[in-house]
């Protein structure tokens, strides 16, 4: 058990997969470990990608960060313009994605939060060429360049 610490994820590229990859780990989760799991992204969104692919979750707007006994799936609403929900224009769903990072790192270094896991994001939304989702968190936590890592992890590789 992670105690009373919160795990965030940050929703990721709005024109992708990503809400079907939500919605299919969040429905193997525990009541415990869904209490826990706050979203980054964008709520109208979310819910419109979840109700177009015909998945059933409630979704919760939640304003502040806080502890939770709401199994609902929690999300911390980013803002972003579009008018269909998988063909978000790419100058917003740049934007978009920044201030979703930004919003993480500054959560993430809170003594609440126990992890910060990203979806599936393209560099070519990051503002600097070849800049990565590891990169741009190395470079708000002050990393020294070219010494940050990302960690894969599965039943057969760590």
């Not at 990203?118 to 590891?134: E, H, Y």
Request: aromatic share 6%; glycine share 4%.
């Amino acid at each position: 058990m992670i105690n009373n610490k919160k795990i965030l994820i940050i929703a990721g590229e709005p024109n992708s997969i990503n809400s079907e990859i939500i919605y299919n780990s969040w429905k193997r989760l525990s009541k415990n470990i869904k209490k826990k799991i706050y979203i980054i992204g964008n709520y109208r969104l979310l819910d419109k990608q979840l109700k177009q692919l015909s998945y059933k979750v409630e979704l919760e707007k939640v304003k502040k960060f806080k502890n939770s006994n709401s199994i609902n799936l929690k999300i911390i609403d980013v803002d972003l313009s579009f008018n269909h929900p998988f063909k978000v224009k790419k100058k917003q769903a740049a934007r978009y994605v920044l201030e979703s990072l930004k919003i993480g790192h500054k959560l993430s270094i809170t003594d609440s939060t126990h992890g910060l896991i990203n979806c599936p994001i393209s560099k070519t939304l990051l503002p600097k060429k070849n800049m990565g989702v590891t990169e741009f968190l190395a470079k708000k936590c002050k990393v020294k360049t070219d010494s940050e890592v990302m960690v894969i992890k599965n039943k057969n590789l760590s």
